[in-house]
């Protein structure tokens, strides 16, 4: 089993930074690579971002290409991810999640999430 928690969240005004961090506890070796996604109410989880737990392959959504960026400190079994230029339209829970075989973009393949983190751009 694997825990993840995330932190991070807040309130921030468009154009501003934030850095979300997603601690792994328990069996770590069960994880091949970790993801991001995002929710907001009536709406479908959304891929955000994705990194390999063994190289330094990561994937990004388009909405967040150049603004966001993830990465991890293995030795720290943690992940981050580094959200800049920030919108009111990423306004959103966001979730950490962790696998070990799939596609990353989609959130069936994950095995463990997170409770998640609420992000909230004002305009």
């Known amino acids: 089993q694997v825990q993840l928690e995330e932190s991070g969240g807040g309130l921030v005004q468009a154009g501003g930074s934030l850095r979300l961090s997603c601690i792994a506890s328990g069996s770590n070796s069960d994880i091949n690579f970790t993801g991001w996604f995002r929710q907001v109410p009536g709406k479908d989880r959304e891929f955000v971002a994705g990194?390999?737990?063994?190289?330094?392959?990561?994937s990004y959504a388009d909405s967040v290409k150049g603004r966001f960026a993830i990465s991890r400190e293995n030795a720290q079994n943690v992940v981050f991810l580094q959200m800049s230029s920030l919108k009111p339209d990423d306004t959103a829970v966001y979730y950490c999640?962790?696998?070990?075989?799939?596609?990353?973009?989609?959130?069936?393949?994950?095995?463990?999430w997170g409770q998640g983190t609420q992000v909230t751009v004002s305009s």
């Open positions: 999640a962790a696998g070990r075989i799939g596609d990353w973009r989609f959130q069936e393949d994950y095995s463990y």
């Open positions: 990194i390999s737990t063994i190289s330094t392959t990561t």
